[in-house]
């Protein structure tokens, strides 16, 4: 595994695409906005004028785009990655993803004698600059093996989830397990503000007991020096809650916290803050 085809260098993506060049892939690329790819370009990388052409010749392709109507893009249409990927090359898609898009991309892949995982990532920002992601995969147990080498430049804990798709429920799960955590933090911090407390002094009294937890440690800090840059976009936040929602629903199942804290970065969203990180749900808090 040498050669591998990188489409979509945003936030998470472009750190991700510089880990795989440090650890000795020869990486091309393709993005929609050329020069988002710059930066990676400076590093080593080789550009690419078509999504086919990122796709050909490859050992691997991996994609890492925002909505899965990008996905279905990249994948499906003329030009696209199942058309013009050589026979065995293995196709991971690291979006954030409906898992029945995934099942469907596995489905094509083996008819055109392809091979398809999907490995959605946690993490953050942070997680992809430091090759510290956690890598939910589904697929295959073959093919998801012998994307290891991949991985481990860019993760810490990877896991085999299941077949097709089973890294995308899990990255679901992943998600609607934030929801609660990052709102938790939100109403510990307005309520100690409320109680006239300093709150640094309280995070610093709660985060290592019971309460503690990622989100507290990672995102409360931001939220404290007013730095709302995304490490995780509140317009992508807003699309994870809707696919377990929507699956969820497939299920009969109700996800009442989830529903809430969709809800409110739905809102936030809507006053123009879709690009801001998550950490600004505390503005919500703020406007009450």
């Not at 999504?51 to 010749?57: P, V």
């Not at 709302?228 to 969820?248: M, S």
């Amino acid at each position: 595994m040498k050669k591998v085809g990188f489409i979509g260098l945003g936030v998470m993506g472009t750190a991700m695409a510089q880990n795989l060049l440090k650890a000795g892939f020869e990486v091309f690329v393709w993005a929609r906005h050329p020069e988002k790819a710059q930066a990676t370009l400076d590093k080593g990388a080789h550009w690419c004028d078509t999504l086919a052409d990122c796709a050909r010749g490859r050992d691997a392709v991996i994609t890492m785009v925002g909505f899965p109507q990008d996905v279905r893009e990249v994948y499906f249409s003329e030009g696209g990655i199942l058309d013009n990927a050589d026979k065995g090359t293995l196709l991971i898609d690291m979006t954030t993803t409906s898992p029945r898009l995934s099942v469907e991309i596995h489905t094509a892949a083996i008819q055109k004698g392809l091979r398809a995982v999907d490995a959605p990532v946690s993490g953050g920002d942070a997680g992809a600059r430091n090759a510290t992601l956690s890598i939910m995969m589904g697929g295959d147990k073959a093919d998801c093996e012998a994307c290891m080498p991949l991985f481990e430049a860019m993760g810490k804990t990877i896991v085999y989830e299941g077949p097709a798709g089973s890294g995308q429920h899990t990255k679901a799960a992943n998600q609607i397990a934030l929801g609660g955590a990052i709102a938790g933090v939100c109403e510990a911090i307005s309520y100690a503000k409320a109680a006239g407390l300093d709150v640094q002094t309280m995070l610093n009294s709660i985060s290592q007991g019971a309460a503690g937890s990622w989100q507290m440690s990672n995102t409360a800090p931001r939220m404290l020096k007013g730095d709302f840059a995304p490490g995780f976009y509140v317009k992508h936040y807003v699309k994870d809650c809707n696919i377990a929602l929507e699956e969820a629903g497939e299920r009969a199942l109700s996800l009442p916290v989830l529903q809430t804290v969709r809800d409110m970065y739905a809102q936030l969203e809507a006053d123009g803050l879709g690009d801001d990180g998550t950490q600004t749900l505390i503005h919500y808090y703020e406007k009450k």
